[in-house]
């Protein structure tokens, strides 16, 4: 079974979080919501709080993605976290993926996990991508090797529908996306 860790911190973006995890889950993909910390209550940017299922620390096992939603503060506690970025070269060593939306790539840009490679973020954070050795595209979703990237709440489930071709393929995919209404 593919299985996908969703890592949530305080201050996460709701849409990208929850978008994510519906289709995912739609196309038949085990996705669990890891909490950052111990604690499973997380509450989002918009005062949306969800239940976690796993704490940062039981975490342990490699899921075939690790995907960060975005958000202003929730990035800040996803930059903050060097757990988390070792945890996150731990999964591309080992051939897995990893992929963040809006903010959140400047994770993978701290972590040096973008560099030489292209992706696209949040407009305003470019430069801490460009810091951290990407290249910086025009388009809304982004794949790169193991990592994708996106830009923003508006591009959620075009960012689900590609995490879901990659993990499942693409007609399972354009089958989640036709019964959506995005294809």
Not at 150 to 173: H, I, M, Q, Y
């Amino acid at each position: 079974m593919t299985i996908v860790h969703i890592y949530v911190a305080e201050g996460f973006e709701e849409v990208e979080m929850i978008s994510v995890v519906d289709v995912l889950r739609r196309a038949g993909v085990e996705t669990r919501l890891v909490s950052l910390t111990e604690k499973l209550a997380v509450t989002g940017a918009h005062s949306i709080t969800v239940q976690t299922e796993i704490p940062f620390s039981a975490a342990t096992e490699l899921a075939d993605m690790i995907i960060l939603p975005g958000g202003g503060p929730g990035t800040q506690n996803l930059l903050a976290s060097t757990a988390l970025h070792d945890r996150l070269h731990a999964h591309l060593a080992s051939g897995k993926r990893v992929a963040a939306i809006c903010a959140a790539p400047m994770v993978l840009a701290k972590a040096g996990i973008l560099k030489g490679r292209n992706a696209c973020c949040f407009p305003g954070c470019e430069a801490a991508l460009i810091d951290g050795g990407a290249t910086i595209t025009a388009y809304n979703v982004v794949t790169d090797g193991q990592v994708t990237t996106s830009r923003g709440p508006g591009t959620a489930a075009l960012f689900g529908l590609e995490l879901a071709k990659l993990l499942v393929g693409d007609a399972k995919a354009t089958e989640v996306g036709r019964a959506m209404l995005f294809i």
